[in-house]
Every structure is written in C-alpha cells, then in structure tokens.
C-alpha cells in the first residue's frame, strides 16, 4: 500500500531528544492505522544523533534517514524533507517535542475534511524565556506589517502540507527560505489548529540569537520590499529637509553674523546623514546578498547518506 503520510523531523544535534521523539510519534501515527514513514534530516550534526538514527532505521523499516554533509539550517532540513518524501500527506515537526505529536491526527481530521495546508497556531508557549517570547511576538507581528502577503502570525512550521501543495514547494527554487512563508505563498485551501507550545523535552534551543536574527532577515526580505521603499522615503523626507535647512544657512551667512557658531549643528546634522545613508546602504546590502545568493544558485543542501529507503526511490 501507498505511504499516507510521511512525518518530517530536522534534527541537528538532537542525541538527549531522538529516542524520545522516535517513541512519542510512533506512539500517535500506530494510533492512526495507516501506512507512514518517519523521515529523519539530519543537519549536519557533530553528535550521536546519526548513529541513534541509524540503529532505529535496523529495527523500524517506516524510519528512514537523511544525512547532509554540513549543517544547512533547519528551512534547508524541511526544504529536504519536503523534496525526499512520498506521503500524500507531509507532518513537519520540530524533534524537541516542543510540538506535540498528539495534534497530528487533529491535523489529519482536518485534511481529510479537504483541507490541504493545516498549520498548527501557538496558543501559549511553556517554558521558553521571556526574551524568545517577546521576539517570537514582535517579529511575526512586524513581518505582517511589512509583506501584504496572509503569513498567520504565531504559527511555526509544525503542520501538515498535501502532496500536490509540497510539489509547489520543491519546485521554487529560492536559496535563503521562510517556508511558512511559501507556504502561504502557495495558496490552496489552509486551516490552522490551536495548541500549546510545550518545553522541549530535553537538550537547548539550536536557534541561538544570531540564528534568529537571520531567520527574521530572509523572512523579511523574502516577502516584503518595504524595507527598500522605507529607506526610500526616509531618503526624501531628509533631502527635504536638508533643503530647507540650506536657505537657512545661507540666510545666516548673509543676513546675520552668527555662521561661525555653527559647529553642533554640522556635526549632528553629519552624524544624523551619515547614520541614516548607512543604515539605507545596510537594507540594500541585505537585499543585493540575497540577490547574489539566487545569482550563484548553489544547492540548498547537499546530501551525504541515505539510509532506510528501498531500491526505487
Ligand atoms: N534544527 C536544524 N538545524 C539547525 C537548527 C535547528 O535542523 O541548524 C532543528 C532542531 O534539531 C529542531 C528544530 O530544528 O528539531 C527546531 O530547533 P529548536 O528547537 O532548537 O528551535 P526553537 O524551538 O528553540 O526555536
Ligand atoms: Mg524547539
């Protein structure tokens, strides 16, 4: 019998979680009664990761594993899982159990009313620290702002995708991804499922600050050119203003004998330019990066090892 669903789970060192994970889902898709496989992308990990994984695809034919040669990142890993899988149904989910298994089969109900994207929204989150909470709210709320695009806010990348929405996706070609965002990019028929974001099982967070902050940048240039037109307006009101400013000047110099006291004002006007044409400079920067990256159209990922897939696939 055809796969019906196929479970996506990136892992980058996630040795303290895989046993855990491996049970926990196996647990929810028996419950399911029908035929899945459960799709490891291992990340580049430097751990015991692979070798654990290795060891449940010898005892469990439905767990399969692929390995990149280096880490990718975690849209890369679900980039792959979403091109390396057969289900007619995709789960991605995040292995630290941070996502609980036990929403799949709602998700499932879900698809099989005729929903093709059913995306899990976060209701709360347990036990993260109040900084990843307050830039987790402000950033999905400040991407809504910028991109005119229906990006749901709270919501990660833990759901579940159709087969004819994932080939969608394995046929953009574009380097630097925010896959909700081409998720919702894609369009067809989406419904999000509350639940609650637990701690993670075990082990930290693989998202450090400078992860994060990356992630935010390509979701923010990927979907929006605001930035560029804010930059933009920013240009002109200031040129305005610095025009204004030179009949003033020139009225000093001619009309009054105060020019020579003039040195805080050049200076911060200086600074203030300055600063500003940078920080213009800086979003162009990121944007012409981006540009270079698609330019040089190297591979999303590279894989070195497959392991748990039979002859034909
Ligand atoms: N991950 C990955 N590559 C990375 C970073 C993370 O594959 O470079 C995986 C990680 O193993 C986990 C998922 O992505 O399964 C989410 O990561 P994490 O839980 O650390 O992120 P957080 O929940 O803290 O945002
Ligand atoms: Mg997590």
Redesign the pocket.
Known sequence: MSIRYSVV??????EA?VKECYVRLTAVMESMQEPYELLF?????RDKTEEMIDCLVEQDKRVRLVTFSR????Q???SAGIDLSCGQAVIL????L?DPPEVIPKMAEKWKEGYDVVYGKREKRKG?SLF?RVT?KVFYRFLASQTDMDIPVDT??FRLIDRKVCDVLSGLTEKNRYVRGLVSFAGFRQIGVSYVRDE?FA?????PFR??LNFAMDATTSFSKKPLKIAGYMGTVLSIASFVYLFVALYQKLFTDRTVSGWASIVSIMLLFNGVTLMILGIMGEYIGRIYDEVKNRPLYIIKEKNGFSEEE
């Open positions: 789970v990136p892992v980058y060192n996630e979680v992308i291992n990340d580049g990990s880490n990718f990142g975690h890369a890993a679900i989910i995040d292995a630290d941070q993260e990843k987790a990660g990348d993670r082990g930290e967070t693989k998202y992860k994060m």
